[in-house]
C-alpha cells in the first residue's frame, strides 16, 4: 500500500514558498521509502514477494504453501494476488517470484489483466534491485503454452531485474515440476545470502494484520455457509462410481454466477482420518493451536478444517526428517530418487506410523501442514433457472495405495460428509474462458463426458431460459447407459421440447469395442464441420490428459476432411475458432 505524504498544518510557520518547498521534499522521500517503509513486526527479516495469477485457485495455493516453507526458515515472504497489485510497489521488492497460470488464448487470469495492463505499459518503473524468477502454470493442448509466465519473465528482465532460477513451465500435472523449482529457487537463495533480501521492513502493514470477516460482503475472502438443500446418486446400481447432484442454498449471500463459471468449496476433513492422526500424536491432543489465518482452535477443529492432512511434499518431507530418529528417512532424504519412491501415494497419517516423529506441542505439529485449500467445480446450474441456488454434479473420488483406502477431501464431504441442512463454505470463480455466446442465434456444440457434463447442464438451462434461437448438440459418455446416463430425464424432456436439438451418446463399456466422445465426433465429422462454418461455437469439458486432446484431434481431422485443408491449414482454422472464441474448454 502506498505511503501517504504527510499533511503540513495550516497554521505551521511557513510561506508559500516554504510551504512548496517541503511538500516537494515529503513527496520525493515517501516516494524513496515506499510500501517498505511502514511499521512491521517483521522489520529486519529477508523478504520475499510471492506475486501470483490464478484463475481456478492452483497458483494461489502453491504460492501460499511456499510462504510458509519459507516464513518456517527465517524469511517474511507473503502471497499478493496480481488482483491487489496496488498493496505493492515492484521497485521495493528485493525478491519477486511470480506463479502465474494463462488462460483463453495466452491472456492472464481474469484477476490479473488489471495488473498486466499496467505492467507491461511505458509508464512501468524500471527494476534494477529486484531478483525474481518465474513459474508458469499451464496446458500443452493449448497453442499458447504458458504464455502468461513467458510474458512476465520477459517483461520482468527487460525491467532490469536479475534472474536468480530459470523460468518453469509446468503442464496440467503440475506438482513435481513446481516443487522441482521451488528447490532450484531456495538453493540459489541460499547460495546469494539472505542479507542481500533483507529489508527495514518486509510486509505492508495490511498483509500484516488479520482482517475482520464480520463487516465484509461474502465472498472470496468470506465464503458463504451455503446449506445442502437437496442430494442424489447419479449413477444408479449395480454401478461401483459414486456421482452425485448437489443444490446448496445461495439465499442471502449475496453470491452472483454466470454459467460456465465455478463454485469454490472449503470441505473438512473426514472426521475418522483426523481422529486417527490425533490418536497417532505423541503428545496431549486437548489443546488448542493458531491456524495460519491466527485464529485460536482446538486442535481437532482445526485438523478439519483448516490444514491439509493428506498432502506431504519434499520440504515436508525434509522437515519431518529433522524431527525424527528413523534412520533410513535421515540415509535417503538428500536422494531425490529415494524421496520420489517415499512421497508416492503417501498421506501425514503414512509418515506418522513409518517415521515417527519427536513433535512437542500441536503448534509444532501442525507448523508443518499446508493451508487446506478451495476445490473448485463447474457450476451445474443457471441462476435464471435456479435463482439462489447452485448445483453440482461431484464424482466421489477413492483409491488405494500402500494397503490403505484414500478418499478425496473435497469429493467425499460433498458426497457424504455432509447432511441436509449441513453448510459448505463457498465463494464464486468467475471466468472469461468458457461463456455462450451472447448472440443467442448462434449454435452451439458440448461435448461433456462423465462430470464434464456439469457446466452443460447450465448451458442448456439457460439456453432455455432465454429462448435462445441458436441449435444445441451435445456429445456425452460414460461406461454404462442402464447406470451412468446423468440426468437422462432432463436431457429427454429437453429433446422433447426442442431446446436439445441434437443428442450423441457414447457408451464404452457397452459393447466389445469402446466408443467414446471422440469416436461420436468422427461419425458425425461433416455436419460438425457444416454447423462451424455456419458460426457455431464448440465447447468440451472434462479430462484433461486423454479425453480433451483425443477430442481436439479428432475435430481437427473434420476440418482436414471437409474444409479440403491440409495440417497447416486445419490447425489455422482451429486457431481463428480459439482467437474469435468459438472454441472454449474448461479442462482438468
Known amino acids: 500500500m502506498p505511503t501517504s505524504i504527510p499533511e503540513i498544518p495550516e497554521n505551521a510557520p511557513f510561506s508559500a514558498e516554504q510551504r512548496a518547498w517541503l511538500k516537494n521534499y515529503l513527496s520525493e522521500l515517501v516516494s524513496k521509502l515506499g510500501p517498505a517503509a511502514l511499521p512491521s513486526n517483521t522489520a529486519g527479516k529477508p523478504r520475499a514477494l510471492f506475486f501470483y495469477g490464478s484463475q481456478s485457485g492452483n497458483a494461489q495455493a502453491l504460492s501460499e504453501g511456499y510462504v510458509e516453507i519459507m516464513n518456517g526458515d527465517g524469511w517474511a515472504a507473503e502471497a499478493v494476488s496480481m488482483e491487489d497489485h496496488a498493496k505493492v510497489d515492484l521497485k521495493h ?143 444408479l446400481d449395480p454401478s461401483p462410481r459414486d456421482t452425485r447432484h448437489l443444490e446448496l442454498d445461495l439465499e442471502g449471500s449475496g453470491l452472483e454466477y454466470e454459467v460456465g463459471d465455478a463454485v469454490a468449496t472449503y470441505p473438512l476433513n473426514d472426521p475418522a482420518l483426523v481422529d486417527e492422526v490425533l490418536a497417532a500424536l505423541p503428545f496431549n491432543t486437548a489443546v488448542s493451536i493458531q491456524t495460519k489465518d491466527k485464529k485460536k ?78 476445490r473448485l467445480y463447474s457450476i451445474a446450474s443457471s441462476p435464471k433457472k435456479h435463482p439462489n441456488e447452485v448445483h453440482l454434479t461431484v464424482a466421489k473420488v477413492t483409491y488405494e495405495t500402500k494397503g490403505r483406502v484414500r478418499k478425496g477431501v473435497a469429493s467425499t464431504f460433498l458426497c457424504e460428509g455432509m447432511g441436509e441442512g449441513d453448510t459448505v463454505r463457498v465463494f464464486m470463480q468467475p471466468t472469461k474462458h468458457f461463456k455462450l455466446p451472447t448472440d443467442l442465434s448462434k449454435d452451439v456444440i458440448m461435448v461433456g463426458p462423465g462430470t464434464g457434463i456439469a457446466p452443460f447442464r447450465a448451458f442448456l438451462e439457460e439456453r432455455e431460459v432465454t429462448k435462445a434461437t441458436g441449435r444445441n448438440w451435445l456429445f456425452f ?25 441434437k443428442l450423441d451418446l457414447a457408451w464404452s463399456r457397452d459393447q466389445k469395442h469402446k466408443i467414446y466422445v471422440q469416436d461420436k465426433i468422427r461419425e458425425n465429422s461433416e455436419e460438425i464441420w457444416n454447423w462451424l462454418e455456419n458460426g457455431a461455437h464448440f465447447y468440451v469439458c472434462g479430462d484433461a490428459k486423454y479425453m480433451a486432446p483425443d477430442v481436439e484431434r479428432a475435430l481437427l481431422e473434420s476440418i482436414r476432411k471437409f474444409g479440403g485443408m491440409d495440417d497447416e491449414g486445419a490447425t489455422a482454422y482451429l486457431k481463428k475458432l480459439k482467437d474469435e472464441h468459438r472454441y472454449q474448454r474448461d479442462v482438468y
Open 93 to 235: 521488492e528485493p525478491l519477486i517470484l511470480v506463479i502465474t497460470s494463462t488462460w483463453g488464448e495466452g491472456d492472464p487470469p481474469d484477476t490479473a489483466v488489471e495488473f498486466w495492463d499496467k505492467f507491461k505499459s511505458d509508464g512501468q518503473s524500471k527494476l534494477p534491485n529486484s531478483r525474481f524468477s518465474v513459474l508458469a502454470l499451464g496446458d500443452t493442448n493449448y497453442a499458447d503454452f504458458c504464455e502468461m509466465g513467458k510474458l512476465m519473465d520477459a517483461r520482468l528482465e527487460e525491467l532490469g531485474a536479475k534472474r536468480i532460477a530459470p523460468r518453469i513451465d509446468c503442464d496440467v500435472d503440475y506438482e513435481e515440476p513446481a516443487e522441482e523449482w521451488f528447490r532450484v529457487v531456495t538453493s540459489k537463495l541460499d547460495e546469494i545470502g539472505k542479507e542481500v533480501f533483507t529489508t527495514t521492513v518486509t510486509a505492508s502493514r495490511e498483509s500484516a494484520e488479520v482482517e475482520s470477516t464480520e463487516d465484509l460482503p461474502f465472498g472470496k475472502k468470506n465464503p458463504f455457509p451455503s446449506a445442502l438443500k437437496y442430494r442424489y446418486r447419479l449413477n
Open 297 to 374: 482452535l482446538p486442535l481437532r477443529d482445526a485438523l478439519m478444517e483448516s490444514f491439509d492432512i493428506r498432502t506431504v511434499t519434499k520440504a515436508i518431507l525434509k522437515k519431518w526428517a529433522a524431527l525424527t530418529c528413523h534412520p533410513y528417512l535421515h540415509a535417503v532424504i538428500e536422494d531425490d530418487a529415494e524421496v520420489a519412491k517415499i512421497l508416492d501415494g503417501i498421506e501425514i497419517i503414512d509418515l506418522l506410523y513409518d517415521f515417527p516423529a519427536d513433535f512437542k506441542s500441536g503448534q509444532d505439529f501442525v507448523d508443518l501442514l499446508r493451508r487446506l485449500t478451495p
Open 477 to 501: 459418455g460414460n461406461p454404462h447407459e442402464a447406470t451412468d446416463y446423468f440426468y437422462k430425464k432432463e436431457f429427454d424432456a429437453m429433446q422433447e421440447s426442442g431446446v436439445l436439438t
